[in-house]
């Protein structure tokens, strides 16, 4: 299947700063990308929609303001957590949805950048 | 709104048993059915998909099996390894106003398979 890289893996911030996180496809153009969160022992939760070159759609109840999401090339897309707080600390996961027409397309998932925020 | 149902929660087999997930969605418009495999502290990796145009697709020890009059679909392994233990997520592809469409994951099934 197709790569999705994330980075950093890991991250430790203090309460008030923020946060980026970057997913790549590697070895792909995608014109869609996901952003998910995922608290321990619980299913994926849908965060935002991003699409190359438009604004992301974000799902209700999350705050745009708060999840800055930017899709700047086919290829990369970050999410900066801002003013970041402890309720913050999570898994968060990005996916990338290979491009094309009709059905609906593979989606392949990063590894994931642990937040913790103290 | 749209929901995707998955059981059981959690499974526990026999090394070279066969295991059993199953899942229903809600929205009949729905045409594609992934399966995600993921391990502790990783992202999720598709393991298998189905589009609703088939009833059943194979690969090696893995297989799903999808029922669209019903809305329900099924992920089989057969053979199971300790190395099968982890957590399996179903999935419903959804779309929504504006023409985008986005995938409703199930709540997952933990499997552990003992040696």
């Known amino acids: 299947g197709a790569v999705v890289s994330q980075h950093p893996s890991r991250v430790i911030c203090k309460s008030g700063t923020s946060v980026k996180i970057e997913c790549r496809s590697l070895?792909?153009?995608?014109?869609?990308m996901f952003w998910y969160r995922q608290f321990p022992k619980q299913s994926l939760m849908l965060m935002a929609t991003?699409?190359?070159?438009?604004?992301?759609?974000?799902e209700q109840g999350v705050e745009k303001d708060k999840f800055l999401i930017n899709h700047a090339s086919l290829t990369l897309s970050t999410l900066t957590v801002t003013s970041a707080h402890p309720e913050d600390s999570s898994f968060y996961i990005c996916?990338?949805?290979?491009?094309?027409?009709?059905?609906?397309?593979?989606?392949?998932f990063g590894p994931g950048t642990r937040l913790t925020v103290l | 709104g749209e929901n995707v149902e998955q059981h059981p929660s959690t499974l526990s087999v026999q090394e070279g048993d066969s295991a059993v997930i199953k899942c229903t969605y809600s929205?009949?418009?729905?045409?594609?059915f992934p399966w995600y495999k993921q391990e502790l502290g990783k992202g999720p990796q598709l393991i298998i998909d189905?589009?609703?145009?088939?009833g059943e697709k194979k690969d090696q020890r893995i297989a799903v099996t999808l029922n669209k009059t019903a809305k329900h679909f099924s992920l089989h392994i057969t053979e199971t390894q300790p190395e099968d233990s982890a957590v399996y997520f179903c999935?419903?592809?959804?779309?929504?106003?504006?023409?985008?469409?986005?995938?409703?994951f199930g709540a997952g099934t933990r499997l552990a398979v003992h040696p």
């Open positions: 929205d009949s418009a729905s045409n594609y």
């Open positions: 991003s699409n190359e070159g438009s604004k992301a759609t974000y």
């Open positions: 189905i589009r609703s145009n088939v």
């Open positions: 070895d792909f153009q995608a014109t869609t």
């Open positions: 996916s990338a949805r290979t491009p094309g027409r009709g059905l609906y397309n593979e989606q392949f």
């Open positions: 999935a419903a592809s959804i779309r929504f106003s504006g023409g985008y469409n986005k995938l409703i």
